[in-house]
């Protein structure tokens, strides 16, 4: 494991009612994301005891890798798409590997 690998939460939750439409949008961000350069890991979760609650689970080969991702058509494109759906803005933390 490289010591520049990033690991990133990005929490994201729907407005009620809202679930399946933002689940939709999220899912589309899955392939195109797995295939760009510097994408370890991309993987949805959603919360069993609260399904408006969504969480990325990303690892990243550098910082760059993950400021190419942000900056992404398909990113933009679902900010856009789910906009409507989404309770609050979503919450993006980084970490890095210590030991």
């Known amino acids: 494991m490289s010591s520049s690998m990033i690991r990133v939460l990005a929490h994201i939750v729907a407005s009620p009612g809202?679930?399946?439409a933002l689940q939709a949008v999220?899912?589309?961000l899955i392939q195109?994301?797995?295939q760009?350069?510097?994408c370890l890991a991309y993987e949805l979760w959603q919360s069993p005891a609260n399904p408006t609650q969504f969480v990325f689970v990303e690892a990243w080969?550098?910082?760059a890798a993950l400021n190419a991702h942000l900056i992404s058509a398909h990113v933009e494109q679902a900010f856009l798409a789910?906009?409507?759906f989404l309770a609050?803005?979503?919450e993006i933390y980084q970490y890095q590997l210590l030991a």
Do not use: Q
């Open 88 to 90: 609050s803005p979503p």
């Open 36 to 38: 760009e350069s510097g």
């Open 32 to 34: 195109p994301t797995r």
């Open 18 to 20: 809202k679930e399946a």
């Open 82 to 84: 789910s906009a409507d």
């Open 26 to 28: 999220l899912l589309e």
């Open 61 to 63: 080969a550098s910082e």
